[in-house]
């Protein structure tokens, strides 16, 4: 495994690359893995590791079926019931095998950078600070290194580096505010999903090794920071496993595009592409944002071994990825509706058919095209129209 980290070098030094990825997460990692597999020169600059990420970590079977991660302590923890919460109505759901695995991020991350590593990505131990281009080339001052290279691939999240010097940041109606805490000690193996009505979004609790991932999310131009911590408090202080649990606060914006939004985003341009969450690349339903980093990861590798290759990643995240996004974006505020919830709550307590279509759309087996129309094939015809009435 060649695992060169820079920044621990004593002095400053130039290195020449083909490619610079900056943030080491799953878009990143992937990305740098399928370059180097192909024969690029790519670093692979992030210097937050190890760390855990403030999220859920639940990762999709359509995500897991993308990778090749391995077992041992990148292994997740398969998740087999979900608890869906609306008001006081209340449903448990059983998940098939592979539907859904939940893993501490910290080794889930670390395991995707270290098989980007392996197929001989250079790993650059150090935050990029400032980033610049002339002549063709950008150069990224990471720790005590100077890199430069053609191609810059900015993985960095949605309030990163590298989306703030090639286009314009996220607005903040172009974000989520997600707010939780991590519930140390737990042993609790399930996950709830709780619909919140004011302000319109969710609360999630996903089970971690050591901890619970407990957190509340909604459209950060209706609210705030504060507001989305005392939904998920209080919520904790009545859930039995988490009562006298040391808790650790996090909070951090999740892209979540409206259709218009998604239609003028630009994941690519001269020299440059962007990947997962720098690129809005996120369920603006669900807030997976997973596979999305994955696959755009693999569409970037991809077209950066081919002609015309930012066209060609732009055509390959409209065409696969964007379409899916935009059909989401459009049933969002009707998905939100307290009414909507409601019923799909007392949906999923008597019509199996419906069960069957929402764990397909929680492990991403269903796409958001022909939802409507699956929803109607269950023949459960009364229950599935007054639904559809209210997305």
């Known amino acids: 495994m060649r695992d060169k980290v820079l920044a621990a070098l004593r002095y400053r030094q130039v290195e020449h690359f083909e490619v610079i990825v900056i943030g080491a997460g799953p878009a990143g990692s992937v990305a740098a893995r399928d370059i180097a597999r192909a024969g690029g020169r790519v670093a692979l600059v992030d210097g937050s590791h190890p760390r855990e990420k403030p999220c859920g970590g639940g990762v999709t079977g359509r995500a897991l079926d993308l990778l090749d991660i391995g077992t041992g302590s990148a292994s997740g923890q398969a998740i087999r019931h979900v608890r869906f919460e609306a008001g006081r109505s209340t449903v448990s759901v059983d998940l098939p095998e592979g539907y859904l695995d939940v893993f501490s991020r910290a080794t889930f991350d670390r395991a995707l950078r270290d098989a980007a590593s392996a197929a001989g990505a250079v790993i650059v131990d150090a935050r990029a600070t400032s980033l610049g281009r002339s002549n063709g080339r950008w150069t990224i001052a990471a720790g005590r290194t100077t890199l430069t290279a053609p191609w810059l691939l900015g993985a960095d999240g949605a309030g990163g580096l590298v989306r703030k010097q090639v286009t ?145 990643y732009a055509a390959s995240v409209r065409d696969e990825l ?61 229950l599935a129209w007054r639904m559809l009435r209210q997305m």
């Open 168 to 312: 314009r940041p996220f607005d903040r109606s172009q974000l989520s505010i997600a707010a939780g805490s991590y519930v140390d000690g737990s042993g609790i193996s399930d996950i709830v999903v709780r619909f919140v009505d004011e302000p319109r979004g969710y609360l999630w609790s996903f089970p971690r090794p050591d901890h619970l991932a407990v957190g509340t999310c909604a459209q950060a131009d209706v609210t705030t920071t504060a507001a989305m911590h005392a939904i998920t408090d209080r919520w904790l202080d009545a859930y039995p496993p988490a009562r006298g649990r040391r808790r650790r606060r996090y909070a951090w914006p999740i892209p979540s595009l409206g259709a218009a939004d998604v239609d003028a985003e630009t994941p690519a341009g001269d020299g440059w592409m962007l990947l997962g969450d720098a690129a809005g690349l996120v369920d603006p339903i669900t807030r997976e944002g997973i596979f999305f980093a994955v696959r755009s990861g693999m569409l970037s590798a991809a077209a950066l071994a081919a002609p015309d290759s930012a066209r060609r």
């Open 322 to 382: 964007h379409d899916e996004l935009r059909r989401a974006a459009r049933l969002k505020a009707g998905f939100f509706r307290p009414r909507f919830t409601t019923l799909l709550v007392d949906a999923l307590q008597h019509s199996a058919g419906i069960q069957a279509v929402m764990i397909d759309l929680v492990a991403g087996r269903q796409s958001y095209r022909g939802l409507k129309r699956r929803l109607l094939g269950t023949l459960e015809l009364g």
